[in-house]
């Protein structure tokens, strides 16, 4: 399989999103005894405070998540950033604002990061198809 930068760019920004619908990290051990109770209709439209989460991810995609985030191992910490912040949606100018360049600049060293990704990416697949070639 051939990964282009493209794909690569979408691959990181399904990384971001199933990140985010992941369900939250708690604390082991605290838990309350208190029963829960009904209460009565007039009292519960005064605090609608309901918790709106996403539906947990698919198994598959965690393992794809995590097999995108390991093609950053490689790659130098700004690298990562960069590529990190673009797959969050953050605006360009605001990483621009944060890297201390202007935003073409910053434009043109996130599609060299996303090259040298999707080159890593492809090594990678080739590596891991000749060792399940050479164990078969």
């Avoid at 939250?24 to 709106?52: I, S, T």
């Avoid at 697949?125 to 000749?130: C, E, G, P, Q, T």
Wanted: charged fraction near 25%; hydrophobic fraction near 45%; charge should be positive.
């Amino acid at each position: 399989m051939n990964l282009t930068p493209e794909i690569v760019a979408d691959r990181f920004i399904e990384a971001v999103d199933t990140g985010y619908r992941l369900p939250p990290v708690r604390v082991q051990g605290y838990f309350n005894l208190w029963p829960p109770f009904a209460r009565q209709a007039w009292e519960g439209f005064a605090e609608r405070d309901y918790d709106l989460h996403p539906l947990p991810p698919a198994p598959a995609a965690i393992d794809r998540m995590l097999e995108t985030i390991g093609w950053l191992k490689p790659l130098h910490e700004d690298d990562r950033h960069l590529i990190w912040l673009r797959a969050r949606r953050v605006p360009l100018m605001a990483i621009a604002r944060q890297i201390g360049c202007c935003p073409q600049t910053t434009l043109k060293r996130w599609h060299k990061a996303i090259a040298q990704v999707s080159d890593i990416a492809n090594e990678l697949a080739i590596a891991n198809s000749k060792k399940y070639i050479s164990k078969g």
